[in-house]
């Protein structure tokens, strides 16, 4: 596993501890902070994987 994967699985540990859910929301209701968050974290996510 490189280091850059080994990176995103440690953020994405601290987003699920850490930071709110939003997947029971309607994203495109969002504020732009709230939507900013859910962006990153689907970043992270994919990234992760």
């Given at each position: 596993?490189?280091?850059?994967?080994?990176?995103?699985?440690?953020?994405?540990?601290?987003?699920?501890?850490?930071?709110?859910?939003?997947?029971?929301?309607?994203?495109?209701r969002?504020?732009?902070?709230?939507q900013?968050?859910?962006?990153?974290?689907?970043?992270?996510?994919?990234?992760?994987?």
């Amino acid at each position: 596993m490189t280091v850059r994967k080994r990176l995103f699985r440690l953020l994405a540990a601290i987003n699920r501890a850490v930071l709110p859910k939003q997947w029971h929301r309607d994203l495109a209701r969002l504020s732009k902070p709230r939507q900013a968050l859910a962006a990153y974290r689907y970043w992270v996510t994919r990234n992760a994987l």
